[in-house]
C-alpha cells in the first residue's frame, strides 16, 4: 500500500495540474442555481468566506475545494457511506485487465524502484475508478455527503459542514467531473470494494468455482467451511449482502426467463411427460385481456402441480445428472454456468418448491419447442 508522503506527493501534482488549468481557462463557480438550498449555500461561505464576494473567487478558492475532494478518505468511516461499494468481483476483474494492458508481471514489478511502484499503483487506481465509475454510483455518493451534511449540521458541527458543501458543489459542476477519479472517498470506497472482492475470490477458487458470481456462490451450500468464509465476508464488509442479493435476483430472472424462452435448453422432460403436462392446459381465451390473464395463471399453476408431481426422487437424481453433465462442459453451461450451479442448489434444498420453481419454467420453453417441433413436421398445419 502506498505511504502516507507518498499520497501527500500525489495531492501536490494534483493540485498543481488543477491550478493550471484554472489558469489558463478562468475559474467560475457554478451558478447559484446548482446549489441544493439556501442553508448549504451559507455553509460554503463559511468553508470559503471570498465566494460570497463581488469579485470572483481565484485560485485560492478553488485550490481548497480541490483539497477537499482530494483529501476526503475520511469520509468512508461515516455511517452514510457504510454501504457503498464498487462490484467487487468485477473490479477485481478489471484490476486483472489494467495489469494485462500495462503488461504488469512480478518480473516487472521487481525492476522498479518503490517510487515508481507506487506510481503504477496510484496510476491503475484512478484508471479503475474511471472505467468502474457510473452517474448512478456518483449520485449514491452525493446523496451520502447530503445526508452526512444534513447530521453534522444538526450536530453543530459548522467546520465539517462547510467541508462537505464545498465538496457537493465542486463534484456536482462540471468543473469536477476530472476529480471524481482521483477524490478520497471513490479511490476509499475502491479499495474497499477490491478488498472485499479478493477475499470472495480466494474462496471461490477454494471452491472451485471461479467462473461463479457472488449470487451463485451464496446458494451452493455444500461445503459448510466455505460458507462459513463466506458469510464471515459479507459480515466484514457491511452492505455487501446488498450486492449479493442484486447478483442472485438477476442470475435468477435471467435464467428463468431463458428456461421459458428455450434459449437455455435443459432436456429434462420426454415428449410424453410434454405431451401429459400439455393435455392439462386449457386452451387460450382471445379478446378479452383480463380472461387472458387469468387462464395464463391457471394455466401456470396446473403446470407447477404437474412438475411437483413428477418430481419423484428418481427424476430428481435425473435432474442433478444433467446439470452435473452442462457443468463439466465449458461449451454447454457457457454464460449460463452461474445459473446452472444455484439450480444445482435449489434442487438439493429440503423445500420442494424451490425445484419446482424452475422446472416449471423449464417445462414451458420445453413444451413450447416441442409444440413448434410438431408443426414444422410434414402434414402439419399451422394454426
Given at each position: 500500500?502506498?505511504r502516507?508522503?507518498?499520497?501527500?506527493?500525489?495531492?501536490?501534482?494534483?493540485?498543481?495540474?488543477?491550478?493550471?488549468?484554472?489558469?489558463?481557462?478562468?475559474?467560475?463557480?457554478?451558478?447559484?442555481?446548482?446549489?441544493?438550498?439556501?442553508?448549504?449555500?451559507?455553509?460554503?461561505?463559511?468553508?470559503?468566506?471570498?465566494?460570497?464576494?463581488?469579485?470572483?473567487?481565484?485560485?485560492?478558492?478553488?485550490?481548497?475545494?480541490?483539497?477537499?475532494v482530494?483529501?476526503?478518505?475520511?469520509?468512508?468511516?461515516?455511517?452514510?457511506?457504510?454501504?457503498?461499494?464498487?462490484?467487487?468481483?468485477?473490479?477485481?476483474?478489471?484490476?486483472?485487465?489494467?495489469?494485462?494492458?500495462?503488461?504488469?508481471?512480478?518480473?516487472?514489478?521487481?525492476?522498479?524502484?518503490?517510487?515508481?511502484?507506487d506510481?503504477?499503483?496510484?496510476?491503475?487506481?484512478?484508471?479503475?475508478?474511471?472505467?468502474?465509475?457510473?452517474?448512478?454510483?456518483?449520485?449514491?455518493?452525493?446523496?451520502?455527503?447530503?445526508?452526512?451534511?444534513?447530521?453534522?449540521?444538526?450536530?453543530?458541527?459548522?467546520?465539517?459542514?462547510?467541508?462537505?458543501?464545498?465538496?457537493?458543489?465542486?463534484?456536482?459542476?462540471?468543473?469536477?467531473?476530472?476529480?471524481?477519479?482521483?477524490?478520497?472517498?471513490?479511490?476509499?470506497?475502491?479499495?474497499?470494494?477490491?478488498?472485499?472482492?479478493?477475499?470472495?475470490?480466494?474462496?471461490?477458487?477454494?471452491?472451485?468455482?471461479?467462473?461463479?458470481?457472488?449470487?451463485?456462490?451464496?446458494?451452493?451450500?455444500?461445503?459448510?467451511?466455505?460458507?462459513?468464509?463466506?458469510?464471515?465476508v459479507?459480515?466484514?464488509?457491511?452492505?455487501?449482502?446488498?450486492?449479493?442479493?442484486?447478483?442472485?435476483?438477476?442470475?435468477?430472472?435471467?435464467?428463468?426467463?431463458?428456461?421459458?424462452?428455450?434459449?437455455?435448453?435443459?432436456?429434462i422432460?420426454?415428449?410424453?411427460?410434454?405431451?401429459?403436462?400439455?393435455?392439462?392446459?386449457s386452451?387460450?381465451?382471445?379478446?378479452?385481456?383480463?380472461?387472458?390473464?387469468?387462464?395464463?395463471?391457471?394455466?401456470?399453476?396446473?403446470?407447477?402441480?404437474?412438475?411437483?408431481?413428477?418430481?419423484?426422487?428418481?427424476h430428481?437424481?435425473?435432474?442433478?445428472?444433467?446439470?452435473?453433465?452442462?457443468?463439466?462442459?465449458?461449451?454447454?453451461?457457457?454464460?449460463?454456468?452461474?445459473?446452472?450451479?444455484?439450480?444445482?442448489?435449489?434442487?438439493?434444498?429440503?423445500?420442494?418448491?424451490?425445484?419446482?420453481?424452475?422446472?416449471?419454467?423449464?417445462?414451458?420453453?420445453?413444451?413450447?419447442?416441442?409444440?413448434?417441433?410438431?408443426?414444422?413436421?410434414?402434414?402439419?398445419?399451422r394454426?
Open positions: 500500500m502506498p502516507r508522503n507518498k499520497k501527500k506527493q500525489r495531492k501536490d501534482e494534483r493540485r498543481k495540474a488543477m491550478q493550471r488549468v484554472r489558469q489558463e481557462k478562468g475559474w467560475q463557480p457554478p451558478p447559484d442555481v446548482e446549489f441544493v438550498d439556501d442553508e448549504l449555500t451559507r455553509d460554503l461561505l463559511t468553508f470559503i468566506p471570498e465566494m460570497g464576494g463581488d469579485q470572483p473567487p481565484g485560485l485560492a478558492a478553488a485550490e481548497t475545494l480541490t483539497d477537499a482530494l483529501e476526503s478518505y475520511d469520509l468512508l468511516d461515516e455511517p452514510e457511506f457504510a454501504m457503498i461499494y464498487f462490484h467487487p468481483t468485477r473490479t477485481v476483474g478489471i484490476y486483472a485487465e489494467l495489469e494485462d494492458e500495462r503488461g504488469v508481471t512480478e518480473e516487472m514489478l521487481n525492476s522498479l524502484s518503490e517510487e515508481e511502484e506510481d503504477l499503483f496510484f496510476d491503475l487506481m484512478e484508471e479503475i475508478a474511471r472505467r468502474s465509475l457510473t452517474e448512478e454510483l456518483q449520485k449514491e455518493i452525493l446523496d451520502a455527503m447530503q445526508a452526512v451534511w444534513m447530521r453534522v449540521r444538526m450536530q453543530g458541527d459548522q467546520e465539517q459542514a462547510g467541508r462537505l458543501a464545498g465538496m457537493m458543489m465542486l463534484l456536482g459542476s462540471e468543473a469536477g467531473e476530472e476529480l471524481w477519479a482521483g477524490s478520497g472517498i471513490v479511490q476509499a470506497i475502491l479499495r474497499r470494494s477490491l478488498d472485499a472482492g479478493f477475499e470472495l475470490l480466494d474462496i471461490m477458487e477454494e471452491a472451485g468455482a471461479l467462473r461463479m458470481d457472488v449470487g451463485a456462490l451464496v446458494q451452493t451450500g455444500r461445503d459448510e467451511e466455505l460458507q462459513k468464509k463466506f458469510l464471515a459479507l459480515a466484514k464488509y457491511p452492505g455487501l449482502g446488498d450486492l449479493v442479493s442484486e447478483d442472485e435476483a438477476v442470475t435468477w430472472d435471467r435464467g428463468v426467463q431463458a428456461l421459458m424462452d428455450g434459449e437455455l435448453y435443459l432436456g422432460f420426454t415428449d410424453e411427460e410434454l405431451e401429459a403436462g400439455g393435455d392439462l392446459l386452451p387460450p381465451v382471445f379478446g378479452n385481456s383480463e380472461a387472458e390473464a387469468s387462464q395464463a395463471r391457471a394455466n401456470i399453476q396446473k403446470m407447477q402441480q404437474y412438475v411437483a408431481g413428477w418430481l419423484t426422487p428418481e430428481r437424481d435425473e435432474v442433478r445428472g444433467e446439470l452435473l453433465t452442462m457443468l463439466e462442459d465449458e461449451e454447454l453451461a457457457g454464460e449460463w454456468h452461474p445459473f446452472l450451479m444455484a439450480l444445482l442448489s435449489d434442487l438439493d434444498d429440503e423445500d420442494p418448491d424451490t425445484a419446482v420453481a424452475f422446472l416449471t419454467a423449464a417445462f414451458i420453453g420445453e413444451l413450447t419447442d416441442l409444440a413448434e417441433d410438431q408443426l414444422d413436421q410434414p402434414g402439419m398445419a394454426g
